[in-house]
């Protein structure tokens, strides 16, 4: 039983958007620069496991949410 840093609705946390937003930011960047998109990455990831340290989503959450971002993406 993890108590959340942040508190929020329940039943709010899948997806997270937070994650999808951020990681569709970074595979867009991929596409105008190579380090843009290296850098852009790296951040996604640390907002990605900032959410789940903080309690207010669940792995799975935001292991979808990064499916999520890539099947946007390839559209």
Do not use: Q
């Not at 937003?21 to 990455?41: E, K, Q, T």
Request: aromatic share 10%.
């Amino acid at each position: 039983e993890i108590d959340p840093l942040i508190k929020h609705k329940k039943g709010e946390s899948f997806p997270s958007r937070h994650a999808v937003s951020a990681m569709i930011i970074a595979l867009v960047c991929f596409g105008i620069n190579i380090y843009l998109g290296i850098f852009a990455l790296v951040i996604a990831l640390l907002i990605c496991i900032s959410r789940i340290m903080a309690g207010v989503h669940y792995i799975s959450d935001v292991f979808v949410s990064i499916i999520i971002a890539f099947m946007i993406y390839m559209i």
